[in-house]
């Protein structure tokens, strides 16, 4: 199993900038995670494009 990558998001509620592990064997990822500052609940996406490129997006889940 590869390693994790570490990623920053900025919290689309707080605006508070946190780490993320993210697995890399899945090229295209979605999910949920709460921000670990307000709680809030952010949707992650997280995309490894041909060239295992990271881009990480959070938006508010009810946004």
């Given at each position: 199993?590869?390693?994790l990558e570490s990623a920053?998001?900025?919290?689309?509620?707080?605006?508070?900038?946190?780490?993320?592990?993210?697995?890399?064997?899945?090229?295209?990822?979605?999910?949920?995670?709460?921000?670990?500052?307000?709680?809030?609940?952010?949707?992650?996406?997280?995309?490894?494009?041909?060239?295992?490129?990271?881009?990480?997006?959070?938006?508010?889940?009810?946004?």
């Amino acid at each position: 199993m590869p390693a994790l990558e570490s990623a920053t998001i900025q919290c689309p509620y707080c605006w508070e900038t946190q780490e993320l592990s993210v697995d890399p064997s899945a090229e295209d990822q979605e999910y949920v995670e709460d921000c670990q500052v307000c709680c809030q609940p952010m949707l992650v996406h997280v995309v490894f494009d041909d060239d295992r490129n990271l881009t990480v997006t959070a938006v508010a889940e009810n946004g």
